[in-house]
């Protein structure tokens, strides 16, 4: 599986961005997707991810803020991030999973500034 980021971008305090990663290879309905982020001298951490059954779950710090979903006709899973802070700062990864297997994209660079 290759994963593709994009979307990221300089965005204000209170803003929107919407990721995209496009994945490719014909078993993406049956692999859990995910987003997960690294700030700088940070570890990397989990943001949110979706099962193949659509169900979401969402790390503590952007819940309510951040809507994961999935097209499985598009390959393609969606971060959108409102009410960005400039905690939220960070190179976002996507993932998929699928029992031992995992698989990262490049990331996409989020800077969350005035």
Known sequence: VQLQAS??????????????????GSLFRIYEMGWYRQAPGKQRELVATISSGYKPNYADSVKGRVTISR????????????????EDTAVYYCNARLRSYEYWGQGTLVTVSS
């Not at 990221?8 to 961005?17: D, M, R």
């Not at 097209?71 to 400039?86: A, E, G, H, I």
């Open 7 to 24: 979307g990221g971008g300089l965005v204000q305090p209170g803003g929107s961005l919407r990721l995209s990663c496009a994945a490719s």
């Open 71 to 86: 097209d499985n006709r598009k390959k393609t899973v969606y971060l959108q991030m409102n009410s960005l802070k400039p």
